[in-house]
């Protein structure tokens, strides 16, 4: 018995085949035609780029734009005290685990450098070898305990 997918099985089944219109018309160019198409559509490549990479810059001067919507811009300067962040390469203390310190002690700005990077100086007045970005740094308050102890209090 034959089922319905006899054509699977036999050897001379012929599909029809469907030219595309673009097809027809190449056949019927001359060499000429076909040569000055071609040369056209490469003329037209170096405009297309030009418009891609304008609509590439326009979309990079939004993104920019909106991430810097949310971007709060520290300014120090020299001789401000800071925290500096533990950057996340450096290991935590293994006694204290997820409960370590996010913050270094209070360090001084010895240097405003470009490009919102700072040279960092101890308290004691040693200076710091690398610089670093003011993204990592926050302002340095002191707490109540430390007033309390400049002003004299018991």
């Known amino acids: ?38 040369y056209a559509n490469i003329d037209e490549l170096g405009e297309n780029q030009a418009t891609a990479l304008e609509k590439l810059m326009i979309h990079k001067q939004r993104v920019a734009k909106a991430y810097n ?11 401000d005290l800071i925290w500096k962040t533990i950057l996340p390469t450096s290991l935590d203390n293994e006694k204290f685990s997820k409960w370590s310190p996010k913050w270094e002690k209070p360090n001084l700005i010895a240097n405003v450098l470009r490009g919102n990077a700072y040279r960092l100086m101890e308290i004691d007045g040693q200076e710091l070898q690398r610089s ?23």
């Open 132 to 154: 670093i970005n003011g993204k990592y740094l926050k302002k340095f308050y002191p707490s109540m305990w430390e007033i309390r102890e400049e002003i004299g209090g018991t």
């Open 69 to 79: 919507k949310h971007v709060k811009i520290k300014r120090f300067e020299v001789g």
């Open 1 to 38: 018995m034959i089922g319905k997918f006899v054509e699977v099985y036999i050897d001379d089944v012929i599909l029809k085949m469907d030219q595309s219109l673009r097809v027809k018309l190449q056949g019927k160019m001359t060499k000429e035609q076909y040569d000055e198409m071609m």
